[in-house]
Nanobody, 122 residues
Framework: QVQLVESGGGSVQPGGSLTLSCAAS?????MGWFRQAPGKAREGVAR????????YYVDSVKGRFTISLDRANNVLGLQMDSLKPEDTAMYYC??????????????????WGQGTQVTVTS
């Protein structure tokens, strides 16, 4: 069992930056960030493999968001720059659990955090 606790959400103006963190209670083969805006489906934002460091980003955040993993402390990060109003959503940290859906770009995301709200507004 892996427990995940997110932090770092908040409100920011367009063009601003926020950094999200997710503390994991244990090792995970891969981890990622998802988001869900009101009335919309949950979508994957970014994913990272622990061993290779391989990353994947959804097109809408490429060049603006950076996912990172502190392997020693099991802390997943998401640096979000040049934020736009359409980035407003609840952001969730997720970790691999073999055989548990959803599977997104090679990682089975079976463990989930409670979420942290990100609001981008002027």
């Amino acid at each position: 069992q892996v427990q995940l606790v997110e932090s770092g959400g908040g409100s920011v103006q367009p063009g601003g930056s926020l950094t999200l963190s997710c503390a994991a209670s244990g090792y995970s083969y891969c981890m990622g960030w998802f988001r869900q805006a009101p009335g919309k489906a949950r979508e994957g934002v970014a994913r990272i493999f622990r061993g290779s460091g391989n990353t994947y980003y959804v097109d809408s955040v490429k060049g603006r968001f950076t996912i990172s993993l502190d392997r020693a402390n099991n802390v997943l990060g998401l640096q979000m720059d040049s934020l736009k109003p359409e980035d407003t959503a609840m952001y969730y940290c997720a970790a691999h659990r073999s055989g548990y859906p959803p599977t997104w770009y090679g990682c089975d995301f079976g463990y989930w955090g409670q979420g942290t709200q990100v609001t981008v507004t002027s």
